[in-house]
């Protein structure tokens, strides 16, 4: 089973309509909704594959019974821990032209001891555990750490995909996998140059620094060595989602052979596949098996150079 | 009693952001939400005023679901109908200048039979029918005739506060009161002069119309007679829902008196005070006591001549 711990689930919502106009009232044209979120999306895209998943998140009033019944729907298995707090909605208002606009609802917990200790029960059997997603408010301090920690004292691999302070302790907490963005890698790092920050992060911790650039692929340091791995050919459609099919990805290959770093060429070909195919699905959490097996001959992996 | 019909609820969800920037990720600082719908807004009011109400209204989902506990929470008993249609949202997102964006769901139903047979069950000691908002999609021709009729043949007066060939229905069937703003009269009579167009209908179908002219107050045509009702001062505020605070007021006057339209001075000072009280409010379906008894005199009444 790969854990997917999602600390901010969401109900997405997308509405369609002709046109935003700000002081106006806008009639909605088309109303759609699913289980989101950042480890549930990863947690979606891993169970399309045909992995084992098993979503962990808290979840509270109305929404967070929509959460539960969207992933029955869905056939995602979850063990929802009951928060006081409600979980939250965002609102993608896309006109017809295309243009997304997203409004983002604030999420807080005040589960998250019962959330560590609802993913600590269920380590047994887990081959890697993804914690993805923003912290909530209500987190304690070291509540990252708590998390990483649980499965690294069980041996079980840990990729996390978070940003900001949570992102630095679960790096300090032992991580083996982080995710950040170009931007997020910058936030923690005072180095202009992305590979030299993530060669910092990478040697510092010991961690995986998988450093996520948008349509240029991704560029991958560890202790040892670095590779740099790029899409085929540009794609267009609905970014959303595309770091959460890559994370995927890479919990995929570690679940598959927790050495897998040694030699990434196979996993990072397989990731960078998949977040183009989820550039290309419709919404976030899905990645069309098709469009990944398209993108997988045109990912170039390359080795680079002064690593270490 | 007065039932309050709802034909549309809804759960009205507030958004406050710092500025709404079409085509950006915007962070929602704060969110809130409460039972809505014109019916269920004329209700409220009506609660406040600490008449006896019952609202009618169909419900669906998790949104009808929130729409059972609001209700609940505010103390206004309801009588809601199972739908298999999910009640509809709207999300009015309101930036730091307090302007406010209305992104409106459709809403449709499929318990409009069920919705006319609970009213008929509840007819017995209603004292007036307030029927209010749009109706939903999946309504039948004939559908508020139904309405009009049960209530009509039990000699129980109705308030019809809605558009289109609703409104033209609602007439046909023998409303007593209707009140349409001068864009909805202006879409049923051809006429370019509002007076002259309730006239029309007034003494068509026998009804009382009460044109609703926003910050500039009400226009009332009876078969026999005009007046005109102005608030004393202009009010700056939020006009959501100062339409449903007139039809509470004009609902209000007919429970205690059916014949109250023969010298409305009194039920249109109060209803228009109302209506100022609800722009005063912070939000759609309360009006303050004090801001009502402090509009009360300023309202000016003028009987027109030249009616019938």
Redesign the interface.
Known sequence: VILCVCPSPAIDVT?R?DR????????????DSHPGGKGVNVARVLHALGEEVLVVAPSGG??G??LRRGLVAVGVPARLISDSTTT?RT?T?V?ERG????????SSTTAWAELVAAVEGSLGGARVVVVSGSLPGGVPPGGVAALVGAARSRGVPVVVDTHGPALLEALEAGADVVTPNVDELAAVVRDDDPTRAARQLAQLHGSVVVVSRGPDGVTVVTPAAAWEARPGAAVTGNPTGAGDALVAGLARGLARDPGVFAHPEHVLRDAVALSVAAVQAETAGSADPKHHAGAMPGVVVTALGGAG
Chains 1, 2 share one sequence.
């Open positions: 509405y309509v935003l106009v700000p002081g106006a009232t806008v009639r909605v044209n088309r109303v109305e929404p019974e929509e939250r609102v208002v006109d243009d997304a606009t997203c409004l983002v609802e604030p």
